[in-house]
């Protein structure tokens, strides 16, 4: 049997970092990443046999549990009539069509690849409609690796103590404005004195890469009448909390409009997947309709259409968010109820089916409190549960996600292994 070890080995010859995307590598919280062979409603099995309760979910796609028939099945129909056409297909078409229906901010989408994708072109998009170079981005916030973006970026930027990347031009860093997000104040005096530069003010409308971070009462409401006064672009990057957080996303749930909107994850079912859209005026300016150019070889992808159609079909069950978000909450109560019980400093943050563990007794709501949490208590959870058959996110900077599979049953299992996890954490 090929071991997690010997895997990891071989990986780190030939990958940087033995991964393909940092965050996986479990840097921040010590030992080796597992090798993950078969992955099936709430599980995951590793190439040893051994089985998580898993509340990392492909990195929020896997809202229904991984590997639903109901998406496998539309995967394997999609397959049998070709990978890739590199001609318009029908399910593009549909797939648009059913953003669009349950969306209404975004009148047209272009799909793309990726999560990155979407919020760098929705970024020239902004800088072309506009005429303007400058954008403003939240301090934590990520929106991908684009050079624009990896200015005090959340994530594993964060995560790995690099959150303005080397190789990023300063000519190109310096027209990246940031934030604190969360600050009225800061965010009126920047607009106030800059807000005639700003093609677009970029925001995750619930942070979700420097932990979980809910956005304060009229906070994004605030960000709208800022955009709208300075003749900036709002552009919420809804990759992580699109058809999440609610049906409609952040922007139905908060009930605020962005002028554009990026997606990603659970619009692919699984299948790398990305598309931004918004206001038909500002779409309509993309190639080949307008001159801003876009493209892409494998975009609209049949197969990932398939897989993120069907995805869409299942979380528009009546009460599917509804229920997530209970489950949600049973599962955070749980853990607060557990870390009061042994004495740990703890608190949790949640919208909808995405929550946020913070080692403090703190509310949390801004980047500088989420990084003052204990992170070294973090790291010793996230491995007691490792261990326990529960696997987090293995960052104390990344939110974690529940799907439709984490049953009621699920949830008591972990926590049962969240109580002693709690009594070992602290014991260090
Ligand atoms: C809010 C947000 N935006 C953008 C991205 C980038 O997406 P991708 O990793 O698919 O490029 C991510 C995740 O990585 C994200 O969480
Ligand atoms: N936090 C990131 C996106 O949401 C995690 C995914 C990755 O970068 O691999």
Request: with cysteine.
């Amino acid at each position: 049997m090929t071991s997690n070890h010997d895997l990891f080995v071989r990986a780190c010859a030939r990958l940087p970092g033995g991964v393909n995307s940092p965050v996986r590598a479990f840097r921040a919280v010590g030992g080796e990443p597992f090798f993950t062979r078969r992955a099936d409603g709430p599980y995951l099995w590793d190439v040893e046999g051994n089985r998580y309760i898993d509340y990392v979910g492909s990195w929020g796609p896997m809202i229904v549990g991984h590997n639903h028939p109901h998406v496998r099945e539309a995967v394997e129909r999609a397959v049998k009539d070709g990978l890739s056409f590199g001609t318009p297909c029908e399910a593009e078409v549909t797939m648009a069509e059913t953003i669009a229906r349950l969306v209404p901010s975004v009148e047209m989408v272009r799909m793309v690849n990726s999560g990155t994708e979407a919020t760098m072109s929705a970024i020239r998009l902004a800088r072309g409609a506009t005429g303007r170079s400058r954008i403003v981005k939240f301090e934590g916030c990520y929106h991908g690796h684009g050079d624009a973006f990896l200015v005090k970026a959340g994530s594993g930027a964060l995560t790995l103590g690099t959150p303005t990347s080397p190789g990023v031009p300063a000519a190109l860093a310096d027209l990246t404005l940031t934030l604190p997000y969360n600050d009225f104040e800061a965010a009126t005096r920047l607009l106030d004195e800059v807000g005639g530069d700003v093609a677009g003010l970029i925001v995750e409308p619930v942070a979700g890469n420097m932990n979980c971070i809910p956005p304060r009462e009229g906070y994004l409401q605030h960000l709208r009448a800022l955009c709208t006064q300075h003749g900036a672009l709002l552009i919420f990057d809804e990759v992580m909390t699109g058809f999440r957080v609610a049906l409609g996303g952040a922007q139905a749930h908060y009930g605020v409009t962005p002028d554009l909107t990026t997606f990603g994850k659970i619009i692919g079912g699984g299948m790398p997947v990305g598309a931004y859209g918004g206001r038909r005026d500002l779409m309509q300016q993309i190639a080949p309709a307008g001159p801003i150019y876009q493209a892409g070889t494998l975009s609209g992808n049949p197969v990932a259409m398939a897989a993120g159609l069907a995805m869409l079909e299942l979380v528009q069950a009546p009460g599917f968010h509804d229920e997530l978000a209970r489950r949600t909450r049973l599962l955070c109560d749980g853990l607060q109820a557990w870390a009061d019980g042994a004495g740990v400093p703890f608190t949790t943050t949640r919208v909808g089916a995405m929550f946020g563990l913070f080692f403090t007794a703190e509310k949390i709501e801004t980047y500088a409190q989420a990084t003052a949490c204990d992170v070294p208590m973090f790291n010793r959870f996230f491995n007691a549960m490792l261990e326990r058959g529960v696997f987090l996110a293995p960052s104390a900077f990344e939110a974690g996600f529940l799907s439709s599979a984490h049953t009621e049953d699920v949830i008591a299992a972990t926590l049962d292994a969240a109580r002693e996890a709690f009594a070992e954490a602290k014991a260090v």
